[in-house]
């Protein structure tokens, strides 16, 4: 991930059928010792074709737990992204 905050447009290997809105879901694969916190969530909703993640990387640091907020970090870090689609 090249910056704190970026979106993943996938198409899926497979379309659904049409008019199908199948249910997906991501969860993103650090390496051994990253303490950062990774959220995805879906952008809008998903189509018979594809989706689009928006993935957030926050980091808690000495000085964001001093002052009781969460940090953004922009240094990038190796990941994987592990995409779901299942019809409903």
């Known amino acids: 991930m090249p910056s704190a905050a970026t979106t ?8 659904f059928g049409s008019g199908v809105v199948p249910i997906v879901s991501a969860i993103v694969q650090v390496p051994n010792g990253n303490t950062d916190l990774f ?3 879906v952008m809008g909703t998903p189509t018979n074709t594809g ?5 957030n ?3 808690a640091g000495l000085l964001s737990l001093l002052l009781g ?3 953004i970090n922009p240094t990038p870090v190796a990941a994987t992204l592990h ?6």
Do not use: G
């Not at 989706?51 to 993935?55: E, H, L, M």
């Open 51 to 55: 989706c689009v993640f928006q993935i």
């Open 57 to 59: 990387r926050v980091s």
């Open 69 to 71: 907020a969460l940090s």
């Open 83 to 88: 995409m779901l689609a299942l019809e409903p």
């Open 8 to 15: 993943y447009a996938w198409t899926y290997p497979t379309a």
């Open 39 to 41: 959220n995805v969530q």
